[in-house]
């Protein structure tokens, strides 16, 4: 069992940075790949970016690639999202999840989910 919790959400200008951080439970952290998914208001939850088990393969979506950066420390048992950048578009509820997959882009492949932190970008 693997229980997440995101913080650093918030209200930014666009052009501005945020630092998400997703801390996890358990004793098998480094065993599981992890993603970041977001979900605006009406639309379905999407993939934005995940990082594999030790850390050494990243992932990303288009539209964020360049811009956002995840990281891991297997030894805090947290995994970041930094977002620079930030435009109106990426206004979204933003989860972390767990996945025994490496770089899966599927909600379905996640095992564990957050309970999702809130990025507000105004233009």
């Known amino acids: 069992q693997v229980q997440l919790v995101e913080s650093g959400g918030g209200l930014v200008q666009a052009g501005g940075s945020l630092r998400l951080s997703c801390a996890a439970s358990?004793?098998?952290?480094?065993?599981?790949?992890m993603g970041w998914f977001r979900q605006a208001p009406g639309k379905e939850r999407g993939f934005v970016t995940a990082?594999?088990?030790?850390?050494?393969?990243?992932y990303y979506a288009d539209s964020v690639k360049g811009r956002f950066t995840i990281s891991r420390d297997n030894a805090k048992n947290t995994v970041y999202l930094q977002m620079n950048g930030l435009k109106p578009e990426d206004t979204a509820v933003y989860y972390c999840?767990?996945?025994?997959?490496?770089?899966?882009?599927?909600?379905?492949?996640?095992?564990?989910w957050g309970q999702g932190t809130q990025v507000t970008v105004s233009s």
């Open positions: 999840a767990a996945s025994r997959i490496p770089g899966s882009w599927y909600v379905s492949e996640y095992d564990y």
């Open positions: 990082i594999s088990g030790s850390g050494s393969d990243t």
């Open positions: 358990g004793r098998t952290f480094s065993s599981y790949a």
